[in-house]
């Protein structure tokens, strides 16, 4: 079994900013355990010396060289998309928190 | 903001055992950012400097920096650490919009070097051993400026602009050790560290390392703990400490704030300090809270870095020498007292001097005008001495010196006029005639009107009492408004006495 619980739902719900009402966390916390618990079963697929891997693909050192392209944004470009720019920057709300 | 309470200094370390451990921060000097191929430099118009990857953009997609790589593995030799056989990249996830994406691409469990020691000089000479626990690499956010609100900084505000140019910039982040046994010694020995990781990437071309610009940050952490106590107390992480002499300030004024807490009986808590440079004080800034909780995890977008042995030898054979040999080879070649090269050195001057000299001047004027006039200046406003001017400048000042278009005087103003943003010193020169007057025609009508109008002085002159001239030539250099070379009036001053 799985180790979701409220709490923990309520948890991740905070971090990911998502409000979630209490039959909600009720709800989401038997399919996030049944998720895990299925997920889980890779633990019993593989044998305990099989090294962690972070890719499906066998491939290390993929670089780019240190050149600047030709996909480098005007200020207009790059603004776009913005809800809200004060003309050269985007606006976003007030920060109540402090940066990392 | 209410000014803390703070603990005599000396009381402070009575009772309890300062503990330090420092998080410094290098932006690496690639052309490109870490992740993508968009310009790394520093300023321009806001959002010019970016990709679809740096502001995550749907579909956009990182691809790792070689240079950035290459670079990394350098610092991480050059800091005595071993380099991981493969490393690899996570995901940071967190909600601040100074990254675009939502999550900052960092380094987790696996950072590309870890367990080394850098080997760094205190003022006496004292060597001591600061351990390294890892280097990683990871990307540096974008600005934001807070706007409106009553209590300024964030508090409080209504609306923040974000500027994406430096998102993505390549960062290696150093983390210490825990520093035990620093004593009186750790404002002094924050500064030290600081001062030799920047010696460091400076030797290796990595980074322009200039603290003013956040080149190069550090957040310092101190806790205390009482003598004799095994566990470690609560610590404090201090950011916003950019520049030498705030790192060696902070760390004081934290030892001093906890003690002063821990004194009362009170306890200290485990948060992010705000340094203040203009008030010398740290203000609380987020406690550690759920927030933190940054659910790391492997960056999927991205491949592991496993260096080849060859690599890594090939890099370690190009390092440069360590900063302490590399001191006592300099002191030997610019044939410095004990007493000058401690100078410079404790004014963490020694690679605005090497620069100076390298540019032409030499060690003994380049030593004199950093300690001296340019240390004062800077002393003055509160500022490091390499913000005001570039060795070049200063180099280009001693050259007019040395070639007698200027006396020390003179070069002074001169310094003082670049200092203010009016020009290289040859305009300068230029613009504000203040070149010596090295016109014999116009020094010897006024010699000869110093000498008519003090016929006293030409007699003594003329029985052999040669020091009389000092009222004539004070009268000359007055008429030329100080800019004559005193040797040559002086010269002059007797030529024409004798020949009257």
Known sequence: ?100 | MSKAKLMDFDKALEIYEPVLGFEVHVELNTKTKMFSSAPNEFGGDPNTHTTPVCLGLPGSLPVVNEQAVRYSISLGLALGCQIAPSSRFARKNYFYPDLAKNYQISQYDEPIAFEGSVEIELADGKLVTIPIERAHMEEDAGKLTHVGGSTGRIQGAEYSLVDYNRAGVPLVEIVTKPIFGAEKDAPELAKAYVSAIRDIVIGLGISDARMERGNLRCDANVSLRPRGQEKLGTRTETKNVNSLRSVERAVRYEIQRQAQILSEGGTITQETRHWHEDTGTTSAGRPKSDADDYRYFPEPDLLPVVPTPELIEELRAALPEQPVERRRRLKAEWGFTDLEFQDVVNSGLLNELVATVSAGASPQAARKWWTGEIARLANAADVDPGSLVTPAQVAEVQALVDEGTLTDRLARQVLEAVIAGEGSPRDIVEKQGLAVVSDDGALIAAIDEALSAQPDVLEKIREGKVQAAGAVIGAVMKAMAGKADAARVRELVLERATAQ
């Open chain 1, 1 to 100: 079994m799985s180790d979701i619980s409220e709490e923990r739902v309520r948890h991740l719900a905070g971090l990911a900013r998502i409000d979630l009402s209490d039959s909600e966390v009720t709800a989401l916390t038997a399919e996030l355990a049944q998720i895990v618990d299925v997920v889980a079963q890779v633990t019993n697929a593989v044998e305990a010396d099989t090294p962690a891997t972070s890719h499906p693909i066998p491939l290390t050192n993929v670089y780019r060289e240190d050149v600047v392209t030709d996909d480098v944004l005007t200020q207009e470009q790059a603004l776009s998309g913005a809800p809200e720019t004060d003309g050269s920057r985007f606006v976003v709300s007030a920060i109540l928190g402090e940066e990392q």
